[in-house]
């Protein structure tokens, strides 16, 4: 795939932050996503929240899976270090870097179908296992890349653009976060930067296991089986001379709304999506409470946003393990093989 370079000379006037970088730097190539997808909404709000907490892109670890949000590490941080995995296996390909490399910031990317479908087993046991890194889930609730079938995160009942409706339960990935001993929980809207980028950071701070869901909706999940205005049907019946997907542009959807409220946001396709923002008052240390909340407000037809929980005393995986601190690639022979004392010492143990 060819990808659109952006102009590498930055005017001399750009706002630098504490380490010397504009936010041009936090930036890649120009995405190819289609006009008005609320990932690109999510690729700017990572690009804020790394800007403003003055993070070296050298520093970070960025890992995805398939599909359409694991192909948006490509539009940021274009300096950083990166890993595209197989479809739902990168929470392995994460935790294995974590291990060996306890100094990189490690971003995790993912959909609602790489992580609540192929992938829902690799996404509960970073959880449990407590892995240092933060998860940002892509939510859509729909295959965009293949044609916009329902993904496991749909809720039941909802309707596609042709009629369709989704007869199966929807997995609700904050819950299961919590459940399975994420230590820092929280859901978003892509078009509420004011509330995505505070959370972004406060996630990369987050000293353990932090999950964000956040809500992105699909602009072109319009083509499904049966329908012979779908892109399959008219290839298959029409000699066409070349293959062609063309998309019409859409508006990014942006709110501001006050805690404790509820919006209502009308997304591109004609659905409406109906938005509870937490209160200032509720207690996010609560793991029941946070639970009650969120299956109370679902039940109502509302998609909680905030951060829903936090648990500051979890330590994180290099703390049950006791690892050492340096990188395993920075460890010398003498460090690696203490010598036969040391191995006869573990030996004694184990008997």
Known sequence: MTHIAKPRLHHPSLTRNAVGFTRRDY?????TLCAGCGHDSISAAIVQACFEQDIEPHRVAKLSGIGCSSKTPTYFLGASHGFNTVHGRMPSVLTGAALANRELIYLGVSGDGDSASIGLGQFAHIMRRGVNMTYIVMNNGVYGLTKGQFSATADRGSVAKRGAVNVES???????????????????????????????????????PAILDVVS?????????????????????????????????????????????????????????????????????????????????????????????????????????????APLARLDETALCPGAAALAAINDALR
């Open 27 to 31: 930036e890649g190539p120009v995405s």
């Open 170 to 208: 929807g997995i609700d990935l904050a819950s299961l976060a919590i459940l399975m001993g994420a230590s820092f929980v929280a859901r978003s809207f892509s078009g509420d930067k004011a509330q995505l980028v505070p959370l972004i950071k406060a996630a990369i701070s987050h000293p353990g």
């Open 217 to 325: 909706p699909c602009v072109a999940f319009n083509n499904h089986k049966g329908s012979t205005r779908s892109y399959d049907h008219v290839r298959e019946h029409n000699a066409a001379l070349n293959r062609l997907d063309v998309f019409s542009p859409a508006e990014p959807v942006s709110v501001d709304y006050a805690p404790g409220t509820e919006v209502r946001i009308e997304q591109p396709n004609g659905t409406v999506l109906l938005l509870h923002k937490l209160a200032e008052d509720y207690d996010p240390s609560d793991k029941a409470g946070a639970l009650a909340h969120i299956q109370a407000r679902e039940t109502a037809g509302m998609v909680t946003t905030g951060l829903l929980y936090l648990d500051p005393g979890r330590r994180d995986l290099h703390g049950r393990l006791n690892t050492v601190a």
